[in-house]
């Protein structure tokens, strides 16, 4: 607002009203003009200043948030790298499980030494040599099972096979949830009866397999008793491969929680039992039942 007047006393009126200049009269026009056009520039001047600070304002909150995405961005960056770390350690850990489990350590590879190998795997050849002489102290105290019905050695290797590979798959899927952390603490008494149900009935379908094999063999060889040896070899199967599931679960979170490696450790200890189971029913139910 340009304020033109004859009378001065008015000036202070006119600033204080809102007024920005002011010219008294008589006014040359050239006057007029040049106020009017320097009150336009610095009026562009403030609309340009004042714009201008909204764009800045307006740079600084997308600055703001790009530096805000770039962080978490970086936090999701790092979470997934700590991700892959963690997996590629369970994958290299499961991956030496398969030689830990036959006393092979973590630690040997292709390049070790010939002398480091055999001080790392002779001791548990050893062991596993030791726990052998059990399996055959059963066989031992049914000798006379086994001199009068010579058909069941036959069916010994069948059952201590089947026992052990029942009790593997169950090991195998132990190991595998310690390893990955999917066995959490309160779950063991779930995964030992699954494992006992599976050992159950993969027994009794196996088992079908296995008495109509040992009825056969023994129809050929014209033995009164091939009904009951079947019947025996059926039970024996189904006996053996639920205890070798049980242990195979078992044996690994007792070695767990006594402080030692159950990879390295579990499968000497399962053969055992699952020798003792197979051989110890069937020699023992023949025993009794086959007269």
């Not at 040359?28 to 403030?46: F, G, K, S, T």
């Not at 058909?151 to 052990?164: G, H, K, W």
């Amino acid at each position: 607002m340009l304020v033109i007047t004859a009378q001065p006393d008015h000036k202070l009126r006119a600033l204080k009203a809102g007024a920005k200049d002011f010219i008294s009269k008589p006014f040359d026009l050239a006057d007029v003009l040049a106020r009017v056009n320097n009150m336009l520039e610095v009026r562009l001047l403030h609309v340009e200043a004042k714009n201008y600070s909204k764009t800045l304002e307006q740079k600084i909150q997308e600055v703001e948030a790009s530096r805000a995405l770039i962080h978490r961005q970086s936090d999701e960056v790092k979470r997934l790298y700590d991700e892959i770390v963690a997996e590629q350690k369970r994958s290299i850990e499961l991956s030496l499980q398969p030689g830990a489990m036959v006393g092979v350590e973590k630690e040997e590879r292709t390049a070790t030494r010939w002398v480091r190998s055999l001080r790392l795997r002779h001791p548990w050849l050893q062991i596993n040599l030791l726990t052998a002489f059990a399996a055959a102290a059963v066989v031992g105290h049914f000798q006379e099972t086994i001199s009068r019905l010579l058909i069941l050695t036959m069916f010994l290797p069948v059952l201590a096979d089947q026992a052990c590979n029942t009790g593997s798959q169950a090991l195998a899927i132990t190991l595998r949830g310690i390893a990955l952390g999917d066995l959490e603490s309160g779950k063991e008494r779930a995964l030992v009866r699954k494992e006992a149900l599976l050992g159950l009935l993969n027994g009794a379908l196996v088992g079908l397999v296995a008495a109509t094999g040992m009825y056969g063999v023994a129809t050929t060889q014209h033995l009164q008793s091939a009904p009951m040896l079947s019947s025996v070899v059926f039970l024996a199967m189904i006996g053996s491969c639920f205890i070798s599931g049980i242990c195979g679960a078992v044996v690994p979170l007792i070695l767990k929680r006594l402080g030692a490696d159950p990879a390295t450790a579990s499968s000497i200890f399962l053969t055992t039992a699952t020798n003792i189971v197979s051989m110890g029913m069937l020699l023992g139910l023949a025993t009794v039942l086959v007269k």
